[in-house]
């Protein structure tokens, strides 16, 4: 499998920028193939929750690839409950970037980015789908909308690409200050934006279905909040590709029927999994779930194993229900991406604590300042608290810029240290 991808990566990088529409089509038609099989003939290392996750996230990239027309590209922190009211497939860009690089064919747009003028230190995540942009092969999608969260890169790629594809952008400020007048404030911009889709879909936003919408959220998220104290004494076969579809389902798969299910499977799975007697690793960031060597030191091992991800555990929390938008705005002003550093610190170890994790490994990836500029602190911090830390540098899309070396050294030492202490 491995060398059919390498070489459709290869195809795809000799004829992107030539014949755009035509390796779109090529590239959906991949994504609609890999989809029928993994279906048919799943992965049987993975319990049955984590099989229906892996076609819930490929559905969700099909349905907004195939139909731009009634599309969104959204940042992954964006709340789409709204969307999803008005018949809106939201396109996570972030999670177009990786299925790319499932596909082998990240390097192409990288590339087609950087010739452009795109600083080759810029987030490679930003800098793939810009490239996909410029080549034409990413369609132009009915709307762009993106939050402030919770990066700089999310203001200038999105406003890029709606320049690049004349198509409106909205954007959501979160402030900065976790407050009531915080929230007050992104409440009156979802209804803004709320606004705008009913004058442009011509249709009125039906307030029950809204309503619908966010109680699946917030079922989904009692749901997982479920599962945090069986996460301390439970191992249930994972890989790090299964920790990134998950945060998909916490963001912007949050209110589909799919992310419901995939969280009552979840809860189901926990509930009857033996007991975890291995390494429980708490993952700050993304992660490079491509590299062989990840995989190796931490897919299905229940000697070593990634207990929860700060991607997906970010909204784990309790929010106010009875007002859909409220609901919305609490989840950007409240998480831990958003505010101080200490705010993620903080939540880590809480998150380390309640799974009882043995270390945590703070994944540096390229182009990111943010995790970047403060990973030494989050260590020093992490540490002081009592969970070994490792820094690890990499790339979580982009393979041109790290090594299978350097991941396997230094995770695989950290792992080792980890096992030899009591």
């Known amino acids: 499998m491995s060398k059919i991808i390498d070489q459709f990566g290869v195809h795809v990088g000799k004829n992107a920028e030539a014949h755009p529409e035509r390796i779109r089509k090529e590239i959906l038609a991949a994504y609609k193939l890999f989809g029928w099989y993994q279906h048919h003939f799943p992965d049987q290392r993975k319990p049955k929750s984590r099989q229906y996750l892996a076609d819930a996230c490929m559905k969700f990239m099909v349905d907004g690839f195939s139909h731009p027309e009634h599309a969104a590209m959204v940042s992954i922190f964006m709340p789409c409950e709204l969307l999803h009211a008005f018949g809106i497939s939201p396109i996570c860009a972030e999670m177009f970037s990786t299925y790319l690089n499932g596909a082998g064919a990240e390097k192409a747009f990288a590339e087609a980015a950087e010739k452009a003028g795109i600083a080759d230190t810029y987030c490679s995540y930003h800098k793939v789908v810009m490239g996909a942009a410029l080549t034409g092969v990413l369609p132009s999608t009915r709307y762009i909308i993106n939050t402030s969260l919770a990066c700089d890169a999310n203001n200038l790629t999105f406003r890029a690409l709606s320049e690049k594809m004349g198509t409106p952008q909205f954007y959501v400020e979160v402030p900065y200050r976790k407050e009531e007048y915080s929230v007050e404030y992104v409440m009156q911009e979802l209804k803004e934006l709320a606004a705008a889709l009913e004058e442009r879909e011509g249709k009125r936003l039906d307030p029950g279905l809204l309503k619908m919408y966010t109680d699946r959220s917030a079922e989904t998220i009692r749901n997982i909040q479920k599962t945090i104290p069986l996460r301390k004494t439970r191992y249930l076969p994972g890989d790090l590709t299964s920790e990134l579809y998950e945060a998909l389902m916490m963001h912007n798969a949050l209110g589909s029927e799919e992310a419901l299910e995939y969280s009552r499977l979840l809860k189901k799975d926990f509930e009857h999994v033996s007991l975890d007697e291995g390494k429980r690793i708490l993952w700050m960031h993304t992660n490079p779930f491509w590299q062989k060597s990840a995989q190796e030191l931490l897919n299905y091992r229940p000697d070593q194993h990634v207990a929860a991800t700060e991607l997906s555990?970010?909204?784990?929390?309790?929010?106010?229900?009875?007002?859909?938008?409220?609901?919305?705005?609490?989840?950007?002003?409240?998480?831990?991406?958003?505010?101080?550093?200490s705010d993620r610190i903080r939540a880590a170890e809480k998150m380390a604590q309640k799974v009882s994790a043995d270390g945590v490994v703070l994944f540096c990836h390229w182009g990111c300042k943010e995790t970047c500029g403060a990973s030494p602190y989050i260590k020093q911090q992490m540490e002081a608290a009592g969970f070994p830390t490792l820094i690890l540098n990499g790339d979580g899309v982009d393979r041109s810029n790290t090594s299978d070396g350097q991941i396997s050294t230094r995770l695989g030492a950290f792992m080792e240290m980890l096992g030899g202490m009591k």
């Open 313 to 341: 555990y970010d909204v784990w929390q309790n929010y106010h229900t009875d007002d859909p938008f409220r609901f919305m705005a609490e989840r950007l002003v409240y998480d831990p991406y958003n505010g101080p550093i």
